[in-house]
């Protein structure tokens, strides 16, 4: 089932196009992600999602609940929508324990003991409950801006960048952290990033955004694996893109024979494989490594094939292992191809 | 809305005196060498006090908030105190001092002293408030620290300069006690004398709508200086501590010289003088049984007063602030022309359609506070637009997505933290009311006496040591209200 529904939403500042025709439905208790770059409407998508821009055009439902249409729209404070934005926005004349409780409406030691348990949720201490905002480290921010929106028992989460600001390793943790709490909350979450590795591990359904468009969305795995453009391809990581002859299943192109995931025959189709299905080997396709990225437990070749010494090729290969520039190799290919169109 | 709406009364009032001169009469009224004498004195006297003004200012906030001047935080209550002492005393007290005071000198001289605070104010306010980050970045984009200031710091002042300036320009039209004393003719002590030798002449009103004029060049010269720039901080959770500037040694008695100078123009004068004369009344200038109503009156008119006009300022700064459009700029265009004008008209068009349209509160209470909310509300406004503008859109935005209404959200997390500068705007309104001749004289119920109109009354019988008990009550009062307002700008949110 179902908890959101996005319907051809549309919405313009002045000439500005910044969402156009939008129509997402997220599945209930799942964890929805909406990437793309800066300028893809995806943080104006999240806004309209909370109440805070209306659409031109079109229509937002939650379990069933109209929230936006043509006619009329619910206010922010009755959509019962957890939000947490990119720097946390903490109300600066409130104590954790005060920006916690915000949105409580338990009185008494009811209060006090919910404000406990939110803060034992997200791992905070108790002793920071009487801080300021502006003593906590920028991650301590993130958990209270959480605890303070998982408060009023949100019907959908909404997280704007909410790692970004953090350093790597505790970003990391802290998704993993808030990917464990709200499923175990079994809270239906939409974060937005322009992160694409941030997206991937995530998500449950990826949903990619450019130019105020959707341009597809799905499982991550799906997603990473048979992108619907070479731009999405390349938008969620590294990509080798090989023009290619195919011809029932099979592609004929610099790397040899490779099989595809389409059926259909095309004489100047475009393939796409991810780094990691080529892999250096004895035999194969020779060629001359041009460049070595070291980056620790993986190194990132560039290979010239002998064939078409235009085309480069991205290889991933064990950091320590990795051939210097200009050895020669020979590359092979596993798993299938995505064939491009258009 | 409302509010704006009742500001153009007086304004309307003026149209329509003007509209029943005719003409003819109104182009023998105003081009006379008279009102172009009068011209040139008011320009003038705003031209060179101004700068003066803004740079003295804006002196003393950066010395007091940035560097680690000596003493700073006595100076910089020193430099908010000399709002608790009324403008027609600061003149008194250089009269009373140098008798043969008078003219544009004089004028520029007594204006400066009296009116910097209102620049001080809000310049010390945002300097405080300021996100030290961006002047970091600056620096290490390789700006020298005195290129900081002027591209970085500087630019960031401009909404609290231009509301500061405005403040005091206007007051520089408006006022008519500190002038009337000096003997330096402004439009305003002009349609004072025109009013009181023919009560609703045309000539005054005349000289009123030429006064309108320079105030509405004055807004939108101030308009065009603010730009559409807003200054919400959009950094991360709460700002770090501002950073402090090590004076040179050098630099030191320089800036401890301007800060005494300062203080003793702005308060060694006043009080010194005030003594003089106190002492020289000995003891029966104290009389107590007119002395404690006034002060009663006084206190009871002042705080209706201030409550109301704030009430009133924070629909109009919230719209400003958050959706400025230019139907709004021009609504909150007309209170501050209505502040303009000076407190008599004002007075004189309520005068006139509350006997003929609303004769139940005609010389009542109801009355008055209506011409000071019509008087006084830029002083509020100003105060709470820059408040305002401090706290971001974000964070109401926030509190709405956790279940409080919009109301709600403005009055739990805006407000609140625009509560030190909606505090410093009702202080500032109530000494103003303190202070207020003109309006109350005309408008209140038969019988009552403040402090300003009591000392008005005794400095006209040039019994200048009566006057000074009165004085003397009117800065106690306004002190504690001054270290109020200090110490409400002083506090940041959250702490």
């Not at chain 1, 916690?100 to 997200?122: N, P």
Request: glycine share 8%; aromatic share 6%.
């Amino acid at each position: 089932m179902n908890a959101l529904e996005l319907h051809a939403l549309c919405k313009s500042f002045g000439s500005q196009r910044a969402l156009a025709d939008v129509s997402l439905s997220v599945p209930t208790g799942g964890r929805t992600v909406i990437v793309g770059p800066s300028g893809s409407g995806k943080t104006t998508l999240l806004r309209m999602i909370a109440g805070f821009e209306f659409p031109d055009s079109g229509s937002l439902t939650l379990n069933g609940q109209v929230l936006v249409d043509t006619t009329h729209a619910v206010p922010a404070h009755q959509r019962q929508i957890g939000y947490v934005p990119q720097d946390g926005a903490l109300f600066p004349h409130m104590t954790v324990a005060d920006n916690i409780g915000f949105g409580l409406t338990a009185k008494g030691e009811a209060h006090h003991s919910r404000i406990a348990e939110l803060m034992d949720s997200v791992a905070l201490d108790a002793n920071m409950a009487r801080r300021w905002p502006h003593e906590l480290s920028g991650g301590q921010q993130q958990r209270v801006a959480l605890a303070r929106a998982l408060a009023q028992q949100p019907r959908l989460m909404l997280l704007d960048e909410p790692f970004s600001a953090l350093d790597t390793g505790l970003r990391s943790a802290m998704r993993k952290m808030v990917a464990r709490l709200l499923s175990d909350a079994g809270i239906t979450t939409v974060l937005v990033t322009h992160d694409q590795a941030e997206a991937l591990s995530f998500a449950d359904q990826l949903a990619v955004m450019r130019q105020g468009r959707l341009v597809q969305s799905g499982p991550p795995m799906e997603m990473y694996q048979y992108p619907a453009d070479e731009q999405t391809a390349l938008f969620l990581g590294d990509a080798v893109v090989l023009p290619a002859r195919i011809q029932a299943g099979w592609a004929d192109c610099d790397l040899g024979r490779i099989q595809t995931n389409s059926p259909l025959s095309h004489d100047t189709a475009r393939i796409m494989l991810r780094p990691e299905q080529v892999h250096l080997s004895a035999t194969g396709c020779p060629g001359v490594v041009t460049e070595r990225e070291f980056g620790g437990n993986t190194c990132t070749l560039t290979v010239a094939l002998h064939a078409d010494p235009s085309h480069t090729i991205l290889v991933r290969s064990a950091g320590l292992l990795a051939p210097l520039a200009g050895s020669a190799v020979h590359l092979s290919t596993t798993g299938t191809a995505h064939v491009l169109f258009g | 809305m409302l509010v704006s709406l009742l500001a153009l009364l007086p304004i309307a009032f003026v149209i329509g005196v003007s509209w029943q001169i005719g003409w003819a009469q109104i182009e023998a009224l105003v081009w006379r060498a008279r009102v172009g004498e009068l011209l040139v004195n008011t320009v003038l006297l705003v031209v060179i006090t101004l700068p003066l003004c803004i740079l003295l200012g804006t002196a003393l906030a950066w010395l007091t908030e940035r560097t680690d001047l000596p003493g700073r935080r006595l100076w910089s209550l020193l430099a908010v105190a000399p709002l608790a002492v009324p403008a027609f005393v600061h003149s008194y007290a250089w009269v009373s001092l140098v008798p043969s005071m008078h003219g544009l000198p004089a004028g520029v001289l007594v204006s400066v002293i009296a009116y910097f605070p209102f620049l001080y104010m809000p310049v010390a306010a945002t300097l405080r408030r300021l996100d030290p980050a961006i002047e970091d970045v600056a620096e290490s984009l390789g700006l020298k620290p005195w290129a900081v200031f002027f591209r970085v710091v500087l630019p960031q002042l401009r909404l609290a300069i231009c509301g500061g300036a405005l403040l005091v320009g206007l007051h520089l039209l408006a006022e008519y006690g500190l002038y009337a004393m000096i003997r330096f003719d402004t439009f305003t002590t002009a349609i004072f004398d025109q009013f009181k030798s023919t009560f609703n002449g045309p000539a005054a009103n005349m000289l009123a709508a030429v006064l309108a004029l320079c105030c509405l060049a004055m807004l939108t010269a101030e308009s065009a200086a603010r730009g559409h720039a807003r200054y919400a901080r959009v950094g991360s959770g709460s700002a770090r501590e501002q950073r402090i500037v090590r004076l040179s040694p050098r630099t030191i008695p320089l800036a401890l010289g301007l800060q005494s100078l300062t203080c003793a123009l702005a308060l060694g004068v006043p009080l010194v003088t005030l003594s003089q004369w106190l002492i020289a009344g000995g003891r029966e200038v104290w009389r107590f049984n007119e002395l404690l109503p006034a002060l009663e009156q006084t206190l009871l008119l002042g705080v209706a007063g201030a409550v109301l006009t704030t009430c009133a300022a924070v629909p109009i700064a919230w719209l400003s602030i958050r959706a400025p459009g230019r139907l709004r700029r021009i609504l909150e265009g007309c209170n501050y022309i209505t502040s303009s004008l000076p407190g008599i008209v004002v007075a004189l068009a309520l005068v006139t359609v509350t006997i003929h349209f609303a004769r139940p509160i005609y010389q009542t209470t109801i009355t008055v506070l209506l011409a000071y909310l019509l008087i006084f509300l830029p002083r509020a406004l100003v105060s709470l637009r820059a408040g305002i503008a401090q706290a971001p859109v974000e964070l109401e935005n926030m509190a709405r997505s956790l279940g409080r209404s919009p109301g709600r959200a403005l009055w739990q997390i805006t407000l609140r933290l625009a509560a030190p500068a909606a505090a410093a705007g009702a202080a500032l309104v109530f000494l103003a009311i303190a202070n207020e001749l003109t309006a109350t004289l005309l408008l209140a119920p038969n019988g009552t006496r403040t402090l300003a109109t009591g000392f008005w009354a005794m400095t006209s019988e040039i019994d200048y040591a009566a006057a000074a008990p009165y004085a003397l009550i009117l800065i106690l009062m306004s002190l504690p209200l001054t270290g109020l307002l200090y110490h409400q700008s002083k506090r940041t949110a959250g702490r």
